[in-house]
């Protein structure tokens, strides 16, 4: 039988940002590597391809007549982190192809600047840090007006994946109480990890820090407004990490402005934000320009989950690290490509 | 025999400060409050008090004479958390009167606050806030060139005691390799908290993240200096958590202004720092005026701790949460009186 | 439509046994139940059932034709916690049917037995009341020649999937390093729980306490024999949790016999085992009569995790408590129906 | 001035067993070491020793006139890790020595053996041994009748000294609750290991697992009799891991043969235990020949400690690892000569 081959079409990453020269080393011993770095792969080469590929890594569309090309295919990894519409998830199901994203990757470091950004809101650091550049700094006790502690605060986690449970981890030692809010799990889940699941207006009204973590769904649009603000604590802290559309992102401004809470966001409704926007000057908030996410590790974790998958799919084990497209959920994601993280 | 009486001299705190109510009404159950708020209580009013106490609260001299005059006195709590010199240590120790303060109580919100700075220079977090505001974000990977990830990077603490400790716990969930330098501790004390301990120069030279807790003493004065400085890894970070004395400070903000480390400091030479100072605009660095452990809960942890332990001490067993004035440590420290925390 | 119907077959479990009547009521919200207990249910039940059947639980048998009979079936979810070979597997994938087992019930009471016989092997809890029972005993220092500190001794772990896992988070406090053999799982998975994958021979040789967790497979029947117990430090502890398939049996209680190992096994080749077996009083042994995992809160487990699962697949969600049977896995397997357990 | 001198006088233990050869190398660095292991040091050497005596590591009688015939001396360390009546701690504190035992050395294995005993209980593991050498083991769900699992079992610690702090930390990944009932130690001290401050009815109704680790004092003799017993609920485990005295020995005899609770001893009122006691037959019951602590590591511990806070104190720095003779407790604690462990 021909050499298989693995068809890499990872725009808009390349293979050197995501892997590190041992991962790559080990994904070229499982197959001949075909690479399309500088553009999508075009077509007349996917079409030569097929009948070898045993693994595609990359965004490649996929329908089913491609599939029935593609005989030797066992599995499709969207280095992107997203489930994109242009694959036929039932076909590839009946089949047995594992359609797989590292979606994980990015847990680690949002979670870590999560904390960062809670701990911010909390203490007032940049606040205090702007203010004393400005020469308007307070000292100790008068200082701390605003100051809300972390430790043993109630926590509110929205979304309760990979980013919500690393999220926890590193807030053990703060002993809070976190409720957690996610219609996609059942109580067993967020109870293992000594969390409380409740529905969202009791998360909203009970919690000092709320963090939404939620994944944008053709459910979810908009699903926290000026309505789900008003039922927070006065002076509590809201931080929004996932995307913009979840929220409803004047409401979460004006609530900054007027004081009722704090904020932090990673995500804008249009990024970059134009220079001329007034949210801006937003007192109680920290700005964050989608960054958390983007580190070099994150990269070349999404390289080194991907191969350390196909190395078991290769051997007929199951995949362990990468996130399954499971069809009802891929059908469910409102996913985007991505263009910078 | 005459109602005890507990004798409470607390400037600069005050009662209210330190006591939540119910705190405030177990410390009435152990005898008759004679307080002194408006001004330290003066000499007649302790003499005449000095054969009925059981117990100072304050920082009240207590010379040999004094102690001599005061045959029922088991207990001085120092409420600005210092040992002062105003006190005869080996007097009280042959009378077995013990001499403590709540020192711990300021732990839980500095440690706290240490993270949130560490997560700040590790991540970027006021500078992306201070460049989103003035219109010069970078979004994504472009702007996380500098970005070090908190998790896994080698930490070094200088000066483990409650404040060390309670970091350590908190940064337990970033599995950080941790070096600690104290040179009044056994390694036996720093491995049993999954440290290792190291000399100076070893901690400087491989941590990514250098935290000073360590007290001024009336031997290390600026010990940590330009030399010490050009050790660290370029890029690394750098935190100063307890008091000015201990570091050459011009040297630490030269050090951050050529960009050879990144530097967050609670505390300057003289405080307030004068308006046209020229550090104020040192970039690189985080500053925080003296105002990491000034929270509302570290003062009411001060009262409960003393409360607590007296309670304890009046049924003749021993206090269990205030540091004892060790008398070679008491002489040790460069205790000053405190201003504002 | 007519009224969803769920076929419980569970033989040789009952719901009774599986369920907590709460558990039960959320499962008959969920459709119609027809239940088999007295005897698995019959050929012309099953076929009356079929165009209705949302979900199976249950070891009945699915052929492919059966299948094609159950338009509206999303689940099977075996409460054995087998995956046994009278499922067409593939079929189930094609049409998108999850087929689960809540096979991490017993995790939680099986590594808790683990940690308890671990324990007993190294300070050798029931050999010391039954010399105390017999009147042999020895005090003290003299009683403790053999003693191995489970604290802070290399842990060796054959196989890592939920029992393995479970064992391993008991251990935490304990500090030992954990060395990790299981060639179905990446490094990565093995390191995030702060273990080392190691090969089965490095495992042995440096391990003070190695614990078998391994299924039995297609592929390692008796994987364990005298060369490999003859690796084995001396004085070390073997504890044999999952099959007895997987170890040449016979060695393993000659090298307990020996003096070289100590053992502690849950499964027989044969059980009951014969009354007049010579094992039986074999020294450096504990025994346990494959009672490690039958709980009653184990089989409450099984039904709530079934449960669980169930609402979220009717509601088009992932299940995410219960294992999936991934085709290649499910077929390596050696499932025997289970008479016990 | 003199070369100081270290009088060792450790009957009944020997330099050999408390120090591995690198500890004692350390302690040899620190001064001239007299050491009589024979027989306890008699009184003409104490004497000529005292002018040079820096300090002592045993049990030496030191009455305040011998204390003043040792004006170098800084230390007594008691290696039998009690505090006996010999010494006047009153003159010791007035002159600044340090009076101090390596108690915690024997927490680490006591602590873990509790553990194992605790588990052995719930899961009936020597219990099942017996019978399966005996041939009358029974299987799976039928051998787990009496099972109680540990894991999230409520847990009443009683005395919550180095031990029972020890066993709290080991048993945290069974999520316990935990009651402690200790009348030396304020909430504060409890609640930081999470654990909750309740009286001795509520921690004996409440819990399903009750240790006992209180030492005993003037104060607490057979505090714990049949009424506390019976306040047990049925099939509770109770561990009496401290001294005999502490409880009414023939009641809890009595529990355990009566069935009402299961019991695990590691002490008896004499021991060793007379060959005919008819309690060496009692039911429902895991004996301990005094033999948790007495392990070859803790022995070591308890040189290690001596040395690392010797080194400190002979530098004016404060130990960090013995306990203190605070006057007030050691005047309390019932110690005796111990013989074995």
Same mark, same amino acid.
């Given at each position: 039988?021909?050499?298989?081959?693995?068809?890499?079409?990872?725009?808009?990453? !390349?293979?050197?940002?995501?892997?590190?020269?041992? =991962?790559?080393?080990?994904? @070229?011993?499982? &197959?001949?590597?075909?690479?399309?770095?500088?553009?999508?792969?075009?077509? *007349?080469?996917?079409?030569?391809?097929?009948?070898?590929?045993?693994?595609?890594? &990359?965004? !490649?569309?996929?329908? +089913?007549?491609?599939?029935?090309?593609?005989?030797?295919?066992?599995?499709?990894?969207? $280095?992107?982190?997203?489930? #994109?519409?242009?694959?036929?998830?039932?076909?590839?199901?009946?089949?047995?192809?594992?359609?797989?994203?590292?979606?994980?990757? /990015?847990?680690?470091? =949002?979670?870590? +600047?999560?904390?960062?950004?809670?701990? *911010? #809101?909390?203490?007032?650091?940049?606040?205090?840090?702007?203010?004393?550049?400005?020469?308007?700094?307070?000292?100790?006790? @008068?200082?701390?007006?605003?100051?809300?502690?972390?430790?043993?605060?109630? $926590?509110?986690?929205?979304?309760?994946?990979?980013?919500?449970?690393?999220?926890?981890? #590193?807030?053990?030692?703060?002993?809070?109480?976190?409720?957690?809010?996610?219609?996609?799990?059942?109580? @067993?889940?967020?109870?293992?990890?000594?969390?409380?699941?409740?529905?969202?207006?009791?998360?909203?009204?009970?919690?000092? /820090?709320?963090?939404? /973590?939620?994944?944008?769904?053709?459910?979810?649009?908009? /699903?926290?407004?000026?309505?789900?603000?008003?039922?927070?604590?006065? &002076?509590?802290?809201?931080?929004?990490?996932?995307?913009?559309?979840?929220? *409803?992102?004047?409401?979460?401004?004006?609530?900054?402005?007027?004081?009722?809470?704090? =904020?932090?966001?990673? %995500?804008?409704?249009?990024?970059?934000?134009?220079?001329?926007?007034?949210?801006?000057?937003?007192?109680?908030? =920290?700005?964050?320009?989608?960054?958390?996410?983007?580190?070099?590790?994150?990269?070349? @974790?999404? &390289?080194?989950?991907? %191969?350390?998958?196909?190395?078991?799919?290769?051997? *007929?084990?199951?995949?362990?690290?990468?996130?399954?497209?499971?069809?009802?959920?891929?059908?469910?994601?409102?996913?985007?490509?991505?263009?910078?993280?």
């Amino acid at each position: 039988m021909a050499t298989p081959v693995i068809l890499v079409d990872p725009l808009p990453r !390349t293979l050197e940002q995501i892997m590190a020269p041992s =991962v790559r080393a080990r994904l @070229e011993r499982l &197959g001949r590597l075909v690479i399309s770095e500088a553009r999508p792969m075009n077509d *007349d080469e996917i079409e030569a391809l097929l009948p070898h590929a045993v693994a595609i890594i &990359g965004q !490649t569309a996929m329908s +089913a007549e491609r599939l029935e090309r593609a005989p030797r295919l066992k599995a499709i990894i969207n $280095v992107e982190t997203n489930f #994109l519409p242009n694959i036929d998830y039932a076909a590839c199901q009946a089949r047995g192809i594992w359609v797989l994203t590292p979606a994980s990757a /990015f847990a680690a470091p =949002v979670a870590e +600047a999560t904390l960062g950004l809670a701990l *911010d #809101l909390a203490r007032g650091i940049s606040a205090a840090d702007r203010a004393f550049r400005a020469g308007t700094e307070t000292y100790g006790l @008068e200082a701390n007006l605003d100051t809300i502690r972390f430790e043993g605060a109630p $926590v509110g986690i929205i979304g309760f994946g990979d980013l919500g449970r690393k999220f926890r981890e #590193l807030i053990r030692p703060f002993r809070n109480e976190v409720r957690v809010y996610d219609p996609w799990l059942p109580a @067993e889940t967020i109870e293992r990890l000594d969390c409380r699941q409740t529905d969202l207006d009791e998360l909203l009204e009970r919690s000092r /820090f709320v963090v939404v /973590f939620a994944a944008p769904t053709t459910e979810n649009a908009h /699903f926290i407004g000026a309505p789900q603000f008003a039922r927070m604590q006065k &002076g509590s802290a809201f931080l929004l990490m996932s995307r913009a559309a979840v929220v *409803d992102f004047p409401a979460m401004i004006a609530a900054a402005c007027s004081g009722h809470i704090r =904020v932090a966001t990673d %995500v804008f409704p249009v990024e970059p934000v134009p220079a001329d926007d007034p949210m801006r000057t937003t007192p109680n908030m =920290v700005f964050s320009a989608h960054r958390t996410g983007g580190t070099r590790d994150a990269l070349f @974790e999404i &390289g080194s989950m991907a %191969v350390a998958d196909l190395e078991l799919i290769l051997k *007929d084990l199951s995949p362990q690290l990468c996130r399954r497209a499971d069809p009802s959920i891929a059908g469910r994601l409102r996913s985007q490509p991505v263009s910078r993280t």
